[in-house]
């Protein structure tokens, strides 16, 4: 039996196939979708009810319940988002200083390249390719891990959008990181990174 319904136990429902909507009605049970939506329903159901007595109509609803669970939801909301934001500020800070350390590690490679006629847009453009394939493959380990393991718990699992939204924002994230180490690269000096020992 649906929740909404437990008030009125010990109930009997009984279907009345040769209905001809003339019959009287004791209850209506009108549900709303989201808990902001009560209150209007509320008014939208006086308004249609056109009842030949209005003072034997009442209207009970869970004002109060909805107005807190939108709360609730809202500030679950907010802390959801300002998590996800400071993880990914998190991962692009990683994703910056790691590569900036890559990018100091192989500067005599970025200077053999230069020296071979390397522009710079390319180096920029071979940096971010590496940091994109690198986060795609993270992104799909990481959404497969994610899955398995809400699966294993029970757990819901997120809507498709949400999670297309997250692996392109994590991108974005990444690729914008990446791009200040790859323009440092890109400036290298061929000739005093070749003299490095």
């Known amino acids: 039996m649906p929740d909404f319904l437990t008030g009125f136990e010990p109930l009997a429902l009984v279907p009345q196939p040769n209905a001809t909507g003339t019959e009287p009605i004791n209850v209506i049970v009108v549900i709303a979708e989201r808990p902001d939506l009560v209150a209007p329903v509320s008014a939208a159901v006086l308004s249609v009810l056109a009842a030949d007595d ?37 991962t692009g800070a990683l994703v910056a200083i790691l590569l900036y350390g890559l990018v100091m590690m192989r500067r005599k490679d970025f ?12 180096i920029v453009t071979l940096l971010l390719a590496q940091t994109a394939l690198l986060a795609i493959a993270g992104i799909i380990i990481g959404t497969i891990g994610s899955v398995i393991a809400l699966l294993a718990f029970g757990d819901p699992l997120p809507g498709l959008a949400f999670t297309a939204a997250l692996a392109i924002l994590t991108l974005v994230t990444a690729l914008i990181a990446a791009l200040v180490p790859a323009l440092v690269a890109s400036r290298r000096e061929p000739i005093r990174e070749l003299r490095v020992p």
């Open 54 to 90: 209005a003072t034997k109509i009442t209207v009970q609803t869970s004002a109060a319940l909805a107005e807190l669970r939108a709360l609730i939801e809202g500030q679950l909301g907010s802390f959801s988002r300002g998590l996800v934001l400071a993880l990914l500020g998190l």
């Open 111 to 122: 200077g053999r390249r230069r020296a071979l006629g390397a522009t710079r847009s390319y």
